[in-house]
């Protein structure tokens, strides 16, 4: 094939395919169609030469001794026979007749033209997935294109179309076509039927994290880290952080400047409430912030169960509307949170009961010491 180089050049230019990729595409198209059109019981092979930018197809046939019976003429020749060809050739060696390609007729041409342009488009699809699949868990942006009658929003990114399916999108969140949206990468999948598939996601924790990494630059630069986050989507959320620099505090860092930070990120979640609290490495520390705004009496651990104890005016506020608070703190943490309420009450002689001192205010005076 004359100048064939030429056009896997143009291929692989229009497509934004590596040219060895689709160079050995076209190789591997045109042996299987020389097995289909010519003789399936031959072995072929084919080279490109970058030189002359031709391809030339061949025979292989494997060298075997004299006194080797070999049924299989078709991939076997004696040695005495291939030394006629080639006077240095030895057993095993495997000897190459070219065959011409030019005189293959309009039915092998076309079965090339489609095998060519079946792989070609697989090639396009597996760098897309290799692509996608690179992103998984980061924020992507697109046009909304279609939204369907269940509600699942169609967003076109660069070359390929996701889904937003509804069960991933916020409460109450209404898209119009042509919208520019953001959401998390959720799952790439590919197959020979319908291609690349792509889920989008704006309920996942991930998609939380992303919008800190954007607008947070200590968390972009890593010197804030992001260890847990929980959410209940359009609703609230925690997150837990911490940092090794004595000189930021990753809570004041995360919120910002009156709260301009975090405000950004809430705005783009459907206002969702963001409580940011310091993680701890102490359990029940960590239980406790976690449970903020509510303010905790002692936090007792076992295995992953904490029994906390509170004041019956904290404990509304440790709950939560609906429970929301106390969920989230169980999701942030990892631990199964009891709430014990407790009493002061008071002494026999009228004197009030002093209220137990909680983990925070033990650790407190320690440093007063």
């Known amino acids: 094939m004359e100048k064939i180089l030429d056009i896997i050049e143009g291929i692989s230019y229009e497509k934004g ?71 240095e050739i030895k057993v095993g060696d495997e000897l190459r007749y070219e065959l011409s390609l030019e005189n293959m007729n309009r039915s092998a041409v076309n079965t090339l033209f489609r095998e060519l342009e079946f792989r070609i488009q697989r090639l396009v699809e597996t760098q897309l997935f290799d692509k996608y699949k690179a992103q998984i868990g980061k924020i992507v942006s697109g046009n909304v294109v279609r939204i369907d009658d269940l509600g699942n929003t169609f967003v076109e990114i660069d070359e390929i179309r996701a889904v937003l399916p509804k069960k991933n ?30 889920e989008l996601s704006r309920t996942t924790p991930k998609m939380l994290e992303e919008l800190l990494r954007l607008e947070v630059p200590e968390i972009k630069d890593g010197e804030v880290e992001i260890v847990a986050c929980a959410r209940i989507p359009g609703e609230r959320a925690k997150v837990a952080l911490k940092t090794d620099s004595m000189k930021v505090d990753p809570v004041g860092a995360t919120v910002g400047v009156k709260g301009v930070r975090i405000n950004a990120v809430s705005k783009e979640l459907k206002n969702e409430s963001i409580d940011c609290i310091e993680f701890s490495n102490q359990p029940e520390i960590y239980i406790a912030r976690a449970l903020s705004p509510a303010l905790i009496v002692s936090v007792v651990v076992e295995d992953k169960k904490a029994v906390v104890s509170i004041s019956s005016e904290q404990k509304p506020k440790a709950i939560g509307k609906n429970g929301i608070n106390v969920r989230l703190a169980s999701m942030l943490t990892g631990y199964e949170i009891e709430l014990k309420e407790i009493d002061h009450g008071t002494l026999a002689d009228g004197q009030t009961k002093e209220p137990e001192k909680s983990n925070l205010d033990i650790l407190s005076s320690l440093f007063k010491e």
């Open 17 to 87: 395919l590596p040219i060895e990729s689709v160079m050995e595409v076209v190789k591997e198209s045109v042996i299987k169609v020389a097995q289909q059109t010519l003789d399936s019981k031959i072995l072929y092979d084919a080279e490109i030469n970058k030189k002359n930018k031709t391809l030339h197809l061949y025979q292989v046939i494997s060298v075997c001794g004299d006194d080797e019976i070999k049924e299989d003429k078709e991939h076997y020749i004696p040695l005495s026979e291939a030394r006629k060809h080639d006077s």
């Open 169 to 198: 999108r916020i409460k109450g969140e209404e898209f119009r076509v042509g919208q520019v949206i953001g959401a998390v990468l959720k799952y790439v999948g590919i197959d020979k039927q319908n291609g690349i598939s792509i």
